[in-house]
């Protein structure tokens, strides 16, 4: 028989301690004059008795216990080895939840109520592995959720044991950590297969070896996964110049619990009817699990060049972004940021508020290729930008934000645990939208948290541009008030209600989760969440797969 305290486990660790972004090393503490914003600007007053989330043992908590019987377990161990089946508390927790908000803070209220995990993890290492336990799932009544890198910030992890009509009687973690192969590289055709567990750095070392790149660099790219950023259509900081990662996907391999399922096309292009990558780019782990992702890559570049420049105000720098875009000049990254996140660098970390750049909205490019091509681009937008407004500040700043890109959400770990409230939300509109659409978050943000007797920080950018459209991205600080969870999730409806109701989208590369699920019908309409969950039907009949994401149960 099955049994944990006789077996070495092979179960990978993910690498993010289970209450953190990130590792304990790369935990920062907040500088005196962040701590000086803070209390000045909110009124934070950090409870120095308390105890840092970096300090935090897995023993603290409570886990839900393991609702699975010995025979669930020996079954599991039959398909994938015992070594490969875990109900240590050490492999459930990291599991348990992403890292959003609201889930990190779960963890720190953890001492006094039972945070629910998946009574196992499972780490399967081929499709026919991954076939069998979604097909005993299936007969058993049990979930499963996917895991890659275990970065999701919209509640995509939270292990729920029933769709709202179905109740299973256990839930597990299915790691795609073993699915960790560069398995194919055409390079003449610029295309590679990657296995759906490679995290982006691994992805690229790997890609390097033949003089290839991704180029995508989402923030969680540290920690995310291949097949993370497929199903839950990732953006990176090179969107502008190779697109998000659904435009880099040519094929996908997704096991079903009623077959292994091979989407895309083997040639470039195709009329053979709609094109059925778009029902699993963006389905989270609601109709399979996607176990390999071949990819467009391209050569690694052979120079990177960079320039930073400021507007006057963020609306002419928005018409100048629009404009670049349309004009098609080509830099890789272009960026900004509006008033009050270009004085306040949290990514500094020690220096957060403080700045040397004039006032303004900062705006960052990059241009990567060839010596020529890169220094053509660079010279075109640089005309463009400069004819409509904006002012050279030189490369330094592009610098020191590309070297700072990962460190933000490190650091909210630290603002959590000195009292404050801090979190993210994305949306996307057209050009001719933005300002109506800003003006409407800004307002709902405002208005619940003041309300709940607080003063909000309210910092936007553009990262990702289109030809109709934009990005706008929300950075929000405010101090904790009474229930943190209840005051955020308040504000959270009220910020997403008024995407819906002023032509945004409920989100742009976050994806949807648990979160964003209740404004689906708002998003694509009642008939087309009909149609999502009549796809979830036929692929997966039994509903175990990641229940609680993406759609409701009809």
Not at 54 to 82: H, M, N, W, Y
Not at 208 to 232: D, K, N, R
Not at 291 to 301: A, E, G, I
Not at 362 to 380: D, F, L, P, Q
């Amino acid at each position: 028989m099955f049994s944990s305290m006789n077996t070495v486990s092979s179960v990978p660790v993910p690498p993010m301690k289970f209450n953190l972004w990130g590792t304990v090393d790369e935990a920062k503490p907040l500088g005196d004059s962040t701590r000086s914003m803070l209390g000045t600007l909110m009124g934070v007053q950090e409870d120095a008795s308390g105890t840092a989330a970096k300090d935090l043992p897995v023993e603290a908590v409570t886990l839900s216990p393991v609702r699975l019987s010995d025979a669930d377990l020996q079954a599991f161990a039959d398909i994938v080895g015992e070594a490969h089946v875990s109900v240590d508390d050490d492999q459930r927790a990291p599991r348990a939840r992403g890292k959003s908000s609201l889930d990190l803070l779960e963890w720190r209220a953890g001492r006094s109520h039972v945070i629910s995990a998946p009574d196992a993890v499972l780490a399967p290492g081929s499709d026919e592995e991954v076939l069998a336990i979604l097909e005993f799932c299936s007969a058993e009544g049990i979930a499963v959720v996917p895991f890659g890198g275990g970065t999701s910030v919209v509640g995509g992890l939270t292990p729920t044991d029933t769709d709202g009509t179905r109740t299973f009687r256990a839930v597990v973690s299915l790691d795609l950590a073993r699915f960790d192969e560069l398995t194919d590289v055409d390079a003449e055709s610029g295309l590679a297969t990657l296995g759906a567990g490679l995290t982006g750095p691994a992805a690229e070392l790997l890609l390097a070896e033949h003089g290839l790149q991704i180029g995508h660099y989402p923030q969680s790219f540290p920690y995310a996964t291949i097949g993370g950023y497929a199903v839950t259509r990732s953006s990176g900081q090179n969107s502008a110049g190779y697109g998000r990662f659904d435009d880099m996907v040519r094929e996908l391999t997704m096991v079903t619990p009623v077959g292994v399922m091979a989407v895309g096309h083997a040639s470039p292009a195709s009329a053979a009817g709609p094109d059925l990558r778009e029902l699993v780019m963006g389905s989270e782990g609601t109709f399979g699990v996607v176990t390999r992702v071949r990819l467009r890559v391209h050569p690694v570049p052979q120079v990177k060049r960079y320039e930073a420049f400021t507007f006057p105000d963020f609306t002419t720098g928005v018409a100048a972004l629009r404009a670049v875009k349309q004009t098609g000049t080509g830099p890789t990254v272009i960026r900004l940021s509006d008033e009050i996140e270009s004085s306040i660098n949290l990514s500094s970390g020690d220096k957060a508020g403080e700045s040397s750049a004039p006032p303004g909205c900062m705006c960052i490019t990059m241009y990567e290729g060839t010596e020529e091509h890169a220094a053509s681009r660079h010279k075109e937008t640089r005309d463009l930008l400069l004819s409509l407004g904006a002012t050279s500040v030189g490369e330094e700043p592009a610098r020191h934000w590309e070297q700072g890109r990962f460190n933000a959400p490190v650091l909210r770990d630290s603002l959590l645990d000195s009292g404050a409230l801090c979190e993210t939300l994305e949306t996307c509109t057209d050009w001719s939208n933005v300002p109506r659409l800003k003006k409407a978050v800004g307002e709902a943000l405002a208005s619940t948290l003041n309300g709940s007797g607080t003063m909000a920080l309210i910092m936007c950018h553009v990262s990702h541009v289109y030809a109709e459209g934009c990005s706008l991205y929300f950075t929000i600080v405010a101090a904790q008030k009474g229930d943190p969870v209840a005051q955020w999730r308040t504000a959270k409806t009220a910020v997403t209600s008024a995407l819906t109701e002023n032509g945004g989208t409920v989100t742009h590369h976050h994806a949807v989760g648990a979160d964003h699920r209740p404004f689906m019908s708002a998003e694509i309409g009642e008939l087309g969440v009909e149609i999502l969950r009549a796809v979830k039907n036929r692929l997966d009949p039994a509903g175990i797969l990641n229940p609680g994401t993406l759609i409701g149960a009809s």
